[in-house]
Structures are given as structure tokens and as C-alpha cells.
């Protein structure tokens, strides 16, 4: 704009003003009264009813290290049996083949109609029905079996898949149905375009409600405190039973919850950025 | 006429329906495409060329009717006066004589360039990986993209994917190469070198069947010309006979609007 048209004759020439940024002044206002709020909060724990102490005492307390293992270990391989079931749900969904059709919807309609809890429990509880399972000789006692740990792994992982398999389905459905079609021009079957061409693009849309399910997960596994599986939760009230410390373990629990949480996300945003791949955002 | 006295057809197509719903979409289409033969089929959209060519594929079951490649029935093994559906495995296996190139190219987005070439001779043919990059690189340098291997398709134009997906159904080593409306989905700039990539293609002596509105190529390249309406070969010939002086009123009432 050095070369003034003759029409902005009459215009002043700007060209050498300085631009003064647009003031915030709402924001700050907005920080300040969140900063008053804060310290008050703050204030107000610091002088209420908690022994500090003790949250840094048990932090990292045996009992509870154990139990911060297990919620994690839980939460993992349930998981995993989620999604190992969901993708086979969905799979089996999306299929042409009406029996496998129904027995997936099936599936999602049984173990998403019934709460969790009652899940867990009713397979803690699986040795009231069959006292024994296997087949002749090759048969154990239910109740050897059906310890916490396998009866959570088995209630939180059946019931994640049930709504794994809707998230696996919406990937699938966001697929381009040319992708299905050139997959096929090929000669790829199936099963092979599925695993080589359309799980690979779905994933950009699995991932972010998936991330979302396995946050879920892991404060799910506290669920299982009701049938004794000993997750940090079930330690840290096992802990407040003895010495009445009920906050104090609350809190120590909270915080480790937030942790491991607060290490998911970044791994998340490595896993997203390596499945959009080719797509721009992509590399 | 070239092909006319080379015996058995390469494509044969007999007598074939299909419908969609209560849509007729084929109403009794009989064509042969012989070895080496280029064969371009025109008409308005909806008049059944996508899906007679998509048919030759399987990509659509036909109703009635049947189709041979190569002297082998597609989708039926033949027992007695029986014909059986064949399983998926098969008809993955019949679809391999067969290289399709799609009017949206439909390249795989999540793969390079030359990941989309050798994902088929790789994971469906299982050929060595160290030949078939071989291969798709001199496939690439073939239709002028040598320098584009590693590119995904995002970071290409639409003529380039398009030519990287004619190197992809190539690297196939197909017996027939089947185009559907190539260059609708291009910018008009763009057609040409998708055009060019083609002609060199016909020119060695790959057989093709070409759905196309490129009237201008057809006329310079096809040996036959087929124009189909309503489900329906209304006329078939030369590219002189049916471009240049067609003798149907229906073929001639769609040679002047196309190109008026």
C-alpha cells in the first residue's frame, strides 16, 4: 500500500503507525476473582480438619502401591478384553451375515441394559449357579476360579466391550466406502480390508472416544472394591477402617487417580498424531 | 477390427440383469471384449455403464445372466446344471484377473504412494517385497510420478492420484484394466495427463473397458465404441461408426447434447 490509488488521496497514510494490541481487561478481571477464589479454597483446607501428614504419610504406603498396581494392571487388561470384544462385536455387526448380526446387537443389549455393579457381583457370585465349571475330569471348584481379580477382569471387560463395539462401529462406518471397494478390486477379502485398510483409517476416530473409555476404566476398577479386589480404593478404606484417617486416605487416593490419568493424555496425543498419518495435521 | 478374429473373448457377458430395489438397472446387456481390445462405453448417467462395469468385477452381483473372464465364470462354480455361489475367498481370487480404476481414485490416504502400489502384490499375491518395489517404482516412473513415492495421496493432485491408482491396479498384473469415469472427478487442467497415462496403456496392448465422457479419447483410442441408455446397448461399433455417423436416433440425440 505504498502507492496510494488517486481515489485514497484524501486518505491518511497509516503506513508508519504503530498497532496497539486489543486490552483484555475482562480477562484479567476474570483472573483476579479465580485467584481470590483459589486462595480461599485454599485457606480453608489448610486450616480444616486434615492432617496433612498422614496424605504425605500414605502416598507411598505399601498397602497403597499395591493397590495403585493393581488399579492399573486392572484397568489395562480389562481393557484390552474390551477391546478385543468390541472389535469382534463390531465386526461381527457390520457383517452380512444375519446370525452373527444379532448376536452382536445381543451382546450390547444385555451387558449395556444391566448395571456394572450387578455385573460384578453376579459373577463374584457365578458359584451359587455352577458350584463347578469345565468338562469330566478336566473341572474346577467355581470358588477357586472366581477370585476378585478374575470376576473384575471378566465383569469390567465384558462390559466395556458392549460399548467398545459401538465406538469400533462409528470408526468403521466413517470409513469411505470406496476404501472397502478398491480394498476389493485388490482381491482383498474381507477380513484382510478390514485389518489392513479400514481399522487403520478408523482408528483416527476410535482413538479419542477410547481414550475417554479407558479414563472411565480406571476409576470403573473401584467398582470392584465391592467384591474384595483389593484396588487402591478398597486399600485405602481397608486403612481408614483401622485408624479413622477417612479423609486423609480420600485424598491420597484422589491423588493418585489424577496421576495416572494425568499420564494417559500425553500418550494419547502420541497415538493420535502416529494414526493421522497422510491426512493434513498428519506428518 | 483387430480383434475380431482372435477367437475367444476375453470378457464375455451374457444376457445380464440387475436391479436395485424395484430400479432396472441391466436389462438383458450381451457384450464380448477380445484380448488387447480397447472399448470405450458412453451414455448419460444412470443408462448402466457404471454398473455393467462394476459387474465385470463383482463389486455388484448380477441378478440373471452371466459373465465369463478368461474362460471362467464369475461368482458360480458350475456342477452339473448346477451353478453354486462361490465362497468370498474365490471370488477375491477371480477379482485379481480384473485391475479397477475408480472415478474418485480411492487410494488408501493412511499409505504412501508406493505403499498403495505394493500393498496388493505384497499382502493378497504375496510376491517377494524387494521385486514388487521394483516393480512399483518403474510402474510409478511409467505414468511420469517416479519422484512421488513417498508422498501420501493428500499431498498429491487429482491427476496424480489417479495415475498412482492406474499404477496401483497394474502392479497387479491384471489381465483387463476397467476405468470408471477416470477423469469425471478432475479439474478440466488435470484430465490430460490422466488421458496420457491411458493412451500409453492402450498403446501396449492392455486390454480395457473405459466408462468415459471423454468423447475426444474415445474417438482416438477405442477400438469399440458401446452406447448404452436405459439399462440397454443401443449401439455398438467402430469409434468412427458410432461417433461419427450413428445410426441410432437415441445415440445421436446423445451425441448432439453432449457435445453442443
Not at chain 1, 54 to 79: E, R
Request: hydrophobic share 50%; glycine share 10%.
Amino acid at each position: 500500500m505504498t502507492q496510494a490509488s488517486p481515489s485514497q488521496a484524501a486518505l491518511p497514510d497509516i503506513s508508519g503507525y504503530t498497532v496497539v494490541p486489543q486490552r483484555h481487561w475482562k480477562r484479567w478481571l476474570a483472573v483476579a476473582v479465580i485467584a481470590v477464589l483459589l486462595a480461599g479454597l485454599v485457606r480453608a483446607f489448610a486450616q480444616g480438619q486434615i492432617e496433612w501428614r498422614y496424605v504425605g504419610q500414605f502416598l507411598t504406603a505399601q498397602s497403597i502401591l499395591s493397590g495403585l498396581v493393581n488399579t492399573v494392571l486392572m484397568s489395562i487388561g480389562a481393557m484390552a478384553l474390551g477391546i478385543a470384544l468390541g472389535i469382534t462385536a463390531a465386526v461381527m455387526r457390520m457383517s452380512p451375515n444375519p446370525v452373527l448380526q444379532g448376536v452382536a446387537m445381543g451382546y450390547a443389549w444385555l451387558f449395556r441394559g444391566t448395571p456394572v455393579i450387578l455385573q460384578l457381583l453376579l459373577w463374584f457370585n457365578l458359584a451359587l449357579v455352577f458350584p463347578t465349571i469345565g468338562f469330566g475330569d478336566w473341572s474346577w471348584r467355581t470358588v477357586d476360579v472366581m477370585t476378585p481379580a478374575v470376576a473384575a477382569l471378566l465383569g469390567l471387560g465384558i462390559n466395556q466391550g458392549a460399548y467398545t463395539s459401538e465406538v469400533m462401529r462409528a470408526g468403521m462406518l466413517s470409513v469411505d466406502q470406496g476404501q472397502y471397494e478398491a480394498a476389493k478390486a485388490i482381491g482383498m477379502t474381507r477380513m484382510m480390508s478390514l485389518r489392513r485398510i479400514v481399522f487403520p483409517q478408523a482408528m483416527r476416530v476410535i482413538i479419542p472416544p477410547l481414550g475417554n473409555e479407558f479414563i472411565g476404566m480406571i476409576k470403573l476398577t473401584s467398582l470392584a472394591s465391592v467384591i474384595q479386589f483389593a484396588e487402591i480404593l478398597h486399600n485405602a478404606q481397608n486403612i481408614y477402617y483401622a485408624n479413622s484417617r477417612v479423609i486423609e486416605l480420600l485424598i491420597v487416593a484422589g491423588i493418585w487417580y489424577l496421576v495416572v490419568v494425568s499420564i494417559l493424555t500425553p500418550g494419547q496425543m502420541l497415538l493420535e498424531r502416529h494414526f493421522a498419518r497422510g491426512t493434513q495435521g498428519g506428518r | 477390427m483387430k480383434a475380431a478374429e482372435m477367437g475367444r473373448p476375453l470378457v464375455s457377458i451374457a444376457g445380464v440383469h440387475k436391479h436395485f430395489g424395484s430400479f432396472h438397472a441391466l436389462k438383458g446387456v450381451s457384450l464380448d471384449v477380445h484380448a488387447g481390445e480397447v472399448m470405450c462405453i458412453i451414455g448419460a448417467s444412470g443408462s448402466g455403464k457404471t454398473t455393467l462395469l462394476r459387474c465385470i468385477n463383482q463389486l455388484v452381483e448380477i441378478d440373471r445372466g452371466a459373465i465369463w473372464v478368461d474362460g471362467e465364470l464369475t461368482g458360480y462354480r458350475i456342477e452339473g446344471t448346477r451353478l453354486h455361489r462361490l465362497p468370498e475367498k474365490e471370488i477375491a481370487r477371480q477379482r485379481l484377473a480384473t485391475g479397477m480404476v475408480f472415478q474418485r481414485f480411492n487410494l488408501f490416504p493412511h499409505m504412501t504412494a508406493l505403499e498403495n502400489i505394493i500393498e496388493g502384490p505384497v499382502r493378497v499375491q504375496r510376491r517377494p517385497r524387494a521385486e514388487v518395489v521394483a516393480e512399483a517404482r518403474a510402474l510409478l516412473a511409467r505414468v511420469g510420478l517416479e519422484s512421488k513415492a513417498d508422498a501420501y495421496p493428500a499431498a498429491l493432485s487429482g491427476g496424480q492420484q489417479q495415475r498412482v491408482a492406474i499404477a496401483r491396479a497394474l502392479a497387479m498384473k491384471p489381465k483387463l484394466m476397467l476405468f470408471d469415469e477416470p477423469t469425471s472427478a478432475l479439474d478440466p487442467e488435470l484430465v490430460g495427463e490422466v488421458l496420457a497415462a491411458m493412451k500409453e496403456l492402450a498403446a501396449s496392448g492392455m486390454t480395457m473397458i473405459v466408462v468415459t465422457h471423454e468423447l475426444g479419447f474415445a474417438r482416438e483410442v477405442a477400438d469399440r465404441v458401446v452406447y448404452m441408455d436405459a439399462g440397454m446397448i443401443v449401439e455398438s461399433g467402430t469409434a468412427a461408426e458410432v461417433l461419427g455417423s450413428p445410426k441410432e436416433a437415441r445415440t445421436r440425440a446423445f451425441l448432439s447434447a453432449v457435445l453442443s
